[in-house]
């Protein structure tokens, strides 16, 4: 266990709410609803920690008029943000947010009570649930701007109390502190979308680093490795045009510069078989000791799967694209040295 800081990088604007400046709430918070983002089961122990998804802040619905709670407020949605389906018992489960501007965090226990919070370090908010309760942990981040002014930033999960926006403890290896490593892109001025976006159709530049830190840590495996597949949370997507780089048949997206993830092999077995599952349409991108690139696009519907049979040792860097430049999908990368494991197996 190590403690990082995390550099943040904001440009801090100095807001006097005038009335009228917010829009009317439409609606309560609903958990009953859809979330934005989807429901995501996380079990006691989960690796790498924290768990970290990118994401929008923001909404129409004025919650400090909702009578949820001491410290609840900001503008969100109805709909949560996302749902934390808490799988097991732990000591702790701590929530916060890094996001490029202020934000709150309201989060709806699966007793029906809110935890919330503003500002812990900084304009970050973080809930911290002690002994927590199997079950549903919805969650909505808030902004203090106009309705519907959605700020980016970064959705962390942690059993780490002591994990804080400005120094957070983690076991991820090569955890990335600066900002602009995590591509955090420069928020819309208005939307209207509970899930707002900013589709780039523009074409990518730069080159792929097979050198650099892999952003999502790195895996040393040997045949037979357990548990098998293995697998890390991560989300795809950046602003290198791998098509425009020709790097191998097949290779195209999206990607960030630097490798998601990296596997380090020890050599022997028939077959390393790496994947990625998500609800979008991605690709992969895979660099072999040898310098050579093998790709896939859609294997298992839009997921994409890559085989090396009979794997030489060394390092195997990995890339998984989209299909937007610096659009964001998040998903799991699956390992595994099994022709029997695939999107759909583990779907």
């Known amino acids: 266990m190590k403690k990082v800081s995390l550099f943040v990088v904001f440009g801090l604007l100095c807001l006097m709410l005038l009335p009228g400046m917010l829009a009317a709430a439409q609606s309560g918070l609903d958990s009953s609803l859809e979330s934005n983002y989807g429901v995501y089961t996380i079990e006691a122990g989960f690796l790498p920690d924290p768990w970290i998804f990118p994401m929008y802040s923001g909404g129409d619905v004025d919650a400090g008029r909702q009578n949820l709670g001491v410290g609840c407020s900001g503008n969100v949605t109805s709909q949560p943000d996302l749902v934390i389906d808490w799988a097991t018992a732990s000591q702790n489960l701590h929530i916060f947010f890094v996001g490029m501007d202020d934000t709150t965090l309201i989060v709806e226990l699966p007793d029906g009570s809110y935890a919330c919070n ?64 995590f591509g955090i892109e420069s928020p819309p001025s208005t939307g209207d979308a509970a899930t707002p976006s900013t589709p ?17 840590g790195t895996s040393t ?38 490798p998601d993830y990296r596997v380090e092999w020890s050599g022997a077995g028939d077959l390393l078989r790496i994947f990625f599952v998500s609800a979008g349409d991605t690709t992969l991108i895979v660099r072999t000791p040898s310098g050579e690139y093998v790709c896939n696009d859609d294997f298992g519907g839009l997921n994409p799967l890559v085989d090396i049979v009979g794997p030489a040792a060394g390092s195997y860097e990995v890339w998984v694209g989209t299909f937007g430049v610096d659009e964001v999908i998040p998903g799991s990368l699956y390992i595994t040295g099994s022709d029997s494991s695939d999107p759909a197996s583990v779907s």
Do not use: K
């Not at 780039?200 to 999502?216: E, H, I, M, V």
């Not at 040997?222 to 790097?247: C, E, K």
């Open 118 to 181: 503003d500002d812990t370090v900084g304009t970050d908010p973080s809930v911290n649930i002690s002994n927590p309760a199997g079950g549903n942990y919805s969650i909505w981040v808030g902004t203090f701007g106009a309705a519907n002014d959605y700020v980016p930033g970064y959705l962390m999960v942690t059993e780490f109390e002591d994990s804080l926006p400005g120094s957070i403890v983690t076991n991820l290896p090569n955890f990335v502190t600066v900002y602009e490593d």
């Open 200 to 216: 780039n159709t523009s074409q990518g530049g730069g080159a792929l680093n097979p050198d650099g830190a892999a952003t999502y």
């Open 221 to 258: 495996l040997q045949t037979g490795f357990s548990p098998d597949p293995t697998s890390v949370q991560m989300s795809s997507g950046g602003s290198v045009d791998v098509t425009a780089l020709q790097v191998g048949n097949g290779c195209r997206g999206f990607t960030a510069d630097n």
